[in-house]
Nanobody, 121 residues
Framework: QVQLVESGGGLVQAGDSLRLSCVAS????????MGWYRQAPGKQRDMLAT???????NYAHSVKDRFTISINSPKNTVYLEMNNLSPADTAVYYC???????????????WGQGTQVTVSS
């Protein structure tokens, strides 16, 4: 079973930068795409950015000028560099990955447990 573990969240001030990391692990799998989403209290979970293992990235319009997604495919790790943060960016940030689980012989789509990002004004 593929598992995702996020790290890098925390409390920052408006205007600061933060980098989130997410690493996928499991007995036998391959990743096709990884992405970052966030969910603020009382709101739906929104896509921020996705990236394929070949490096093709897509961004939500609201963050494309401030956030950068990158991937280290050999290490099954995805990053999200966030710049010029504002209180509106306060949310739980979730990592997502899709690919093939060779052990169970199925395609998978799984989520991390989330990491809290809080931006103070």
């Amino acid at each position: 079973q593929v598992q995702l573990v996020e790290s890098g969240g925390g409390l920052v001030q408006a205007g600061d930068s933060l980098r989130l990391s997410c690493v996928a692990s499991g007995p036998s799998f391959s990743i096709s795409v990884m992405g970052w989403y966030r969910q603020a209290p009382g709101k739906q979970r929104d896509m921020l950015a996705t990236i394929s293992t070949s490096g093709a990235a897509n961004y939500a319009h609201s963050v494309k000028d401030r956030f950068t997604i990158s991937i280290n495919s050999p290490k099954n790790t995805v990053y999200l560099e966030m710049n010029n943060l504002s209180p509106a960016d306060t949310a739980v940030y979730y990592c997502n990955a899709g690919g093939n689980d060779y052990m169970q012989q199925i395609n998978f789509n799984t989520w991390g447990q989330g990491t809290q990002v809080t931006v103070s004004s």
